[in-house]
């Protein structure tokens, strides 16, 4: 079974759609003890950091989420999240990565919305994609290359497209 982390933060219901046509069972779940028993956790997102955080810390979710030894998927601001701070809203992150989620400096249109190939990649995740491969983005903030980061992409700045540390 697949959690998918509820914490009022949008395309829940796209992420659940796109598990279920690729065959998996998911709940949508804001309680500890679902997220502690599923096999594998996304943590998607489409939001403002302040209030995803706020409502993670009330549900407890935050200790939960850095406590699992699962394989996690953070998506979007579920990425961002699990990096230590947030420009938005001067948020503190999860802390999972050791990088600082930015705001893209205003010399071209924000957000940065549309397709991209990556820069670099490597990993696992990786094995059935190309760097000619396109992928889709729609943000205004990036979180910064570190040791963590294993693919990259480049919008005014080179920025990390994916992350991997441990299990997260």
Known sequence: MIAIVKYNAGNIMSVRNAVTRLGFESIITDKRDELAGAD???????GEAGSAMKYLKEKGLDET?????????????????????N???????????????????????IPHMGWNNFLTMNGELFKD?????????????????????????????????????DNF
């Open 40 to 46: 594998k956790v996304i943590f998607p997102g489409v």
């Open 65 to 85: 989420i850095i406590s699992l030894s699962k394989p996690i998927l953070g998506i979007c601001l579920g990425l961002q999240l699990l990096c230590r701070f």
């Open 129 to 165: 994609i190309s760097l000619n491969d396109d992928v889709y983005y729609v943000h205004s903030y990036y979180a910064e290359i570190s040791s963590s980061t294993i693919a990259t992409c480049d919008y005014i700045v080179p920025f990390s497209a994916a992350m991997h540390k």
């Open 87 to 109: 420009e938005e809203s001067g948020t503190q992150g999860l802390g999972i990565f050791n990088s600082d989620v930015k705001l893209f400096p205003p010399v071209d249109k």
